[in-house]
């Protein structure tokens, strides 16, 4: 082996081991930087050549710099993750519905229902009493308006759904745009070698679990496609555009071509939850409760007389049937003395406000035979056992979505201590090569002395 063969060598090894303890503090700089994967330069052996000695390697180079990544554990964290925040998103929302409802308590519905009764039964004992007739309406005008109220909480859990169902729409398809791109970019810096493009990509597709159900698939060139449950989000470089669609019963979110994703999943998929089935659901509850209540109480409210020796008349408007809408009729609102207390005009007859308060107590037909209360205790009950399985699945996919990172990162995580021993081991491989040169020079002076 010449000299200058000598001194190639050394030079291609200084090279490259510089190259590679580049890499290596890249790596550490990146030890906390979000979506960052561990690279490494790839070394290899430069092509023996032969010689009337044989066959003399010719030194090390370096090849592409890659990235530790693995995409079984990638796939794992994004389902995880979109499980995860499905069921919290879900959670979210029923506590809101829960805080809503606030019972078991004093102030609530089923509180302000008691006292709708009670008030009945005073007014059983005193009829010809003013008073107990102004209790009478205070406590239905109160009932009412606390069921008006509790719909419009349950409206605006709903409405709020949809205010982060509009934004994270947005946010999906800014997503699927900058995934597009970078594929685009990618595919212009010769593919798989893109290192730092393909993190930023990963990164996005991270975020875009978070939102909706995702499944990748690489190709060759470096590009991928993003799939949901039924159509291609981004096919290589052409992102869709999703909207949302009141053309169906519910809510839905169409693609570009007006195809419907029926299974979005994610925070998405968790919205979308609440708007169709959990806020429905309960509103229908609530109508139920409203409009058999409004029906039992003004078919015997009719049957009575009041102050003024009227009958038939409505204790509560008989055209407003809905939680929504439950108001007392328009005469109570205008005097007490409407209210009906008794099945005559006898005075000291209080028959009928006696029924009244016996109707808080009675099997209802359009309640499946439950009492009022019982009925809105199982409504408030359902939405309580709502939230602790929402919880519950919440707590459950955290876990896995922690163990399914944790498994990631082990893969694809900077660990500095390790780094410092492979920077280690490359600057003594430096050192070598220097070393190596030094040596040549040494014996180039030697020749040169001795000619």
Do not use: C
Request: proline share 2%; net charge negative; glycine share 10%.
């Amino acid at each position: 082996m010449s000299l200058s063969s000598l001194l190639s060598i050394a030079r291609s090894a200084l090279l490259t081991h510089k190259r590679a303890m580049e890499v290596t503090a890249n790596n550490v700089a990146n030890a906390q930087t979000p979506g960052y994967s561990r690279q490494r330069l790839e070394l290899k052996q430069q092509g023996a050549v032969w010689t009337a000695d044989g066959l003399i390697g010719r030194g090390v180079t370096s090849g592409s710099v890659t990235r530790a990544r693995d995409q079984f554990y990638d796939a794992s964290f994004r389902r995880e993750n979109g499980l995860f925040s499905q069921s919290s998103t879900l959670r979210d929302g029923l506590r809101q519905i829960e805080d809503a409802i606030g019972e078991p308590s004093n102030t609530g519905l089923s509180a302000a229902m008691d006292r709708l009764f009670h008030s009945f039964s005073d007014l059983a004992n005193d009829p010809a009493s003013p008073a107990a007739r102004d209790l009478v309406v205070r406590a239905g005008d109160q009932f009412a308006t606390q069921m008006n109220q509790l719909d419009t909480r349950v409206l605006t859990a709903g409405s709020d759904a949809q205010a982060r169902l509009d934004a994270e729409v947005k946010q999906v398809n800014e997503l699927l745009r900058q995934i597009a791109n970078l594929n685009r970019d990618i595919l212009a810096a010769g593919g798989s070698g893109a290192v730092d493009l393909q993190d930023q990509r990963d990164l996005a597709i991270d975020a875009l679990s978070q939102m909706m159900t995702v499944r990748v698939v690489k190709h060759d060139d470096g590009t991928v496609t993003v799939m949901g449950e039924e159509s291609n989000l981004v096919d290589r470089v052409i992102p869709t555009q999703l909207s949302l669609t009141n053309a169906s019963p519910n809510l839905g979110i169409v693609d570009s071509g007006g195809v419907p994703l029926s299974r979005v999943g994610g925070s998405m998929g968790g919205a979308l939850e609440i708007i169709n089935r959990v806020v429905p659901d309960l509103r229908t509850q609530l109508d139920a409760l409203a409009e058999n209540l409004v029906t039992e109480m003004n078919a015997i409210h009719r049957n009575g007389f009041t102050a003024t020796g009227a009958t038939n008349t409505d204790f509560f408007d008989s055209g407003l049937l809905t939680a929504g809408s439950i108001t007392l009729a328009s005469p109570l609102r205008v005097s007490s003395s409407n209210v009906a207390a008794g099945g005559s005009a006898r005075p000291g007859d209080g028959s009928i406000a006696l029924r009244l308060a016996q109707l808080g107590s009675a099997g209802i037909g359009g309640l499946a035979g439950r009492t009022f209360r019982d009925y809105y205790s199982g409504v408030a009950a359902g939405v309580g056992l709502a939230v602790d399985g929402a919880s519950t699945d919440a707590e459950v996919q955290q876990a896995l979505m922690d163990q399914a990172d944790q498994q990631r990162t082990a893969v694809s995580g900077v660990s500095v201590d390790e780094e410092m021993v492979n920077l280690i081991s490359q600057q003594q491989a430096f050192g070598a090569a220097a070393k190596i040169v030094t040596i040549a020079d040494d014996m180039m002076k030697t020749i040169l002395q001795t000619i």
